[in-house]
Protein backbone atom coordinates (compact mmCIF):
# COMPACT_ATOMS: atom_id res chain seq x y z
CA UNK A 1 0.00 0.00 0.00
CA UNK A 2 3.10 2.91 1.07
CA UNK A 3 5.17 1.37 -2.62
CA UNK A 4 1.46 2.32 -4.24
CA UNK A 5 1.57 5.70 -2.80
CA UNK A 6 4.82 6.07 -3.60
CA UNK A 7 4.40 5.12 -7.31
CA UNK A 8 1.00 7.60 -7.72
CA UNK A 9 2.62 10.26 -5.81
CA UNK A 10 5.77 10.16 -8.43
CA UNK A 11 3.56 9.45 -11.52
CA UNK A 12 1.95 12.50 -10.40
CA UNK A 13 4.30 14.56 -9.71
CA UNK A 14 5.99 13.25 -13.29
CA UNK A 15 2.74 14.43 -14.78
CA UNK A 16 2.71 18.01 -13.24
CA UNK A 17 6.44 18.53 -14.44
CA UNK A 18 6.02 17.46 -17.72
CA UNK A 19 3.23 20.10 -17.76
CA UNK A 20 5.39 22.65 -16.65
CA UNK A 21 8.11 21.88 -19.27
CA UNK A 22 5.50 22.63 -22.17
CA UNK A 23 3.73 25.54 -20.73
CA UNK A 24 7.60 26.73 -20.83
CA UNK A 25 8.51 25.27 -23.47
CA UNK A 26 5.56 26.77 -25.46
CA UNK A 27 6.21 30.32 -23.97
CA UNK A 28 9.70 30.26 -24.68
CA UNK A 29 8.85 29.18 -28.30
CA UNK A 30 5.72 32.04 -28.39
CA UNK A 31 8.61 34.77 -27.18
CA UNK A 32 11.29 33.69 -29.70
CA UNK A 33 9.03 33.84 -32.49
CA UNK A 34 7.75 37.53 -31.16
CA UNK A 35 11.05 38.69 -31.20
CA UNK A 36 11.84 37.56 -34.80
CA UNK A 37 8.99 38.99 -35.48
CA UNK A 38 10.13 42.34 -33.96
CA UNK A 39 13.48 41.90 -35.95
CA UNK A 40 11.53 41.35 -39.27
CA UNK A 41 9.08 44.30 -38.53
CA UNK A 42 12.08 46.95 -37.51
CA UNK A 43 14.08 45.10 -40.75
CA UNK A 44 17.27 45.33 -38.73
CA UNK A 45 18.74 42.92 -35.77
CA UNK A 46 20.54 44.80 -32.83
CA UNK A 47 22.87 43.68 -30.13
CA UNK A 48 19.86 43.32 -27.40
CA UNK A 49 17.81 41.10 -29.93
CA UNK A 50 20.70 38.39 -30.55
CA UNK A 51 21.66 38.58 -26.44
CA UNK A 52 17.84 37.88 -25.81
CA UNK A 53 17.64 34.54 -28.82
CA UNK A 54 20.65 33.74 -26.65
CA UNK A 55 18.69 33.42 -22.99
CA UNK A 56 15.81 31.46 -25.00
CA UNK A 57 18.21 29.44 -26.93
CA UNK A 58 19.75 28.57 -23.57
CA UNK A 59 16.46 28.26 -22.06
CA UNK A 60 15.43 25.61 -24.86
CA UNK A 61 18.87 23.99 -24.12
CA UNK A 62 17.51 23.43 -20.41
CA UNK A 63 14.76 22.11 -21.39
CA UNK A 64 16.37 19.56 -23.76
CA UNK A 65 19.30 18.58 -21.23
CA UNK A 66 16.41 18.28 -18.28
CA UNK A 67 14.07 15.92 -20.81
CA UNK A 68 17.18 13.59 -21.32
CA UNK A 69 18.68 13.63 -18.10
CA UNK A 70 16.10 14.38 -15.89
CA UNK A 71 18.43 16.54 -13.84
CA UNK A 72 18.83 20.10 -14.70
CA UNK A 73 22.37 21.41 -14.13
CA UNK A 74 22.90 24.39 -12.32
CA UNK A 75 25.05 25.90 -14.61
CA UNK A 76 22.29 26.43 -17.11
CA UNK A 77 20.56 28.70 -14.93
CA UNK A 78 23.30 30.11 -14.01
CA UNK A 79 24.39 30.91 -17.15
CA UNK A 80 21.21 32.31 -18.42
CA UNK A 81 21.41 34.81 -15.41
CA UNK A 82 24.80 36.13 -16.98
CA UNK A 83 23.50 36.67 -20.10
CA UNK A 84 20.55 38.52 -18.71
CA UNK A 85 22.91 40.73 -16.63
CA UNK A 86 25.06 41.21 -19.75
CA UNK A 87 22.29 42.20 -21.96
CA UNK A 88 20.88 44.93 -18.83
CA UNK A 89 24.46 46.32 -18.60
CA UNK A 90 25.30 46.53 -22.76
CA UNK A 91 21.90 47.78 -23.03
CA UNK A 92 21.45 50.27 -20.06
CA UNK A 93 24.91 51.63 -19.68
CA UNK A 94 24.04 55.19 -20.86
CA UNK A 95 21.06 55.56 -18.26
CA UNK A 96 23.47 54.05 -15.19
CA UNK A 97 25.54 55.88 -12.70
CA UNK A 98 28.65 54.17 -11.70
CA UNK A 99 27.69 52.02 -8.73
CA UNK A 100 24.88 50.48 -10.64
CA UNK A 101 27.29 49.40 -13.14
CA UNK A 102 29.77 48.02 -10.83
CA UNK A 103 26.87 46.63 -8.93
CA UNK A 104 25.85 44.27 -12.06
CA UNK A 105 29.68 43.56 -12.59
CA UNK A 106 30.18 42.50 -9.65
CA UNK A 107 26.70 40.24 -9.82
CA UNK A 108 28.29 38.80 -13.00
CA UNK A 109 31.41 38.43 -11.55
CA UNK A 110 29.88 36.64 -8.39
CA UNK A 111 27.67 34.22 -11.17
CA UNK A 112 30.74 33.30 -13.16
CA UNK A 113 32.86 32.64 -9.51
CA UNK A 114 29.58 30.49 -8.77
CA UNK A 115 29.82 28.54 -11.94
CA UNK A 116 33.42 28.03 -11.66
CA UNK A 117 33.46 26.92 -7.56
CA UNK A 118 30.68 24.77 -8.82
CA UNK A 119 32.78 23.09 -11.59
CA UNK A 120 35.86 22.57 -9.21
CA UNK A 121 33.31 20.66 -6.67
CA UNK A 122 32.05 18.68 -9.06
CA UNK A 123 35.32 17.54 -9.92
CA UNK A 124 36.75 17.21 -6.87
CA UNK A 125 33.60 15.63 -5.61
CA UNK A 126 31.98 13.69 -7.95
CA UNK A 127 28.52 12.38 -7.17
CA UNK A 128 27.98 8.48 -7.06
CA UNK A 129 26.69 7.46 -10.33
CA UNK A 130 24.08 4.91 -8.47
CA UNK A 131 22.47 7.92 -6.11
CA UNK A 132 21.44 9.92 -9.27
CA UNK A 133 20.89 7.53 -11.77
CA UNK A 134 17.31 6.39 -10.68
CA UNK A 135 14.60 8.53 -10.11
CA UNK A 136 12.27 6.97 -7.03
CA UNK A 137 9.57 4.83 -8.06
CA UNK A 138 12.02 3.43 -11.00
CA UNK A 139 12.94 0.32 -8.64
Do not use: C
Not at 19 to 26: A, E, H, N, P
Not at 32 to 48: D, F, H, P, R
Not at 49 to 73: T, V
Amino acid sequence: MKRDVKVFAHGSLSIIEGIGLLIVTIATLVATGQEVMIMINAGKVTLADILLLFIYLEIFAMIGIYLKAHRLPVRLPIYIAMVALARYLILDMKAMDNWRMLAVAGAIFLLAATVLLHRYGHTKFPYLEESTSKRPGEG
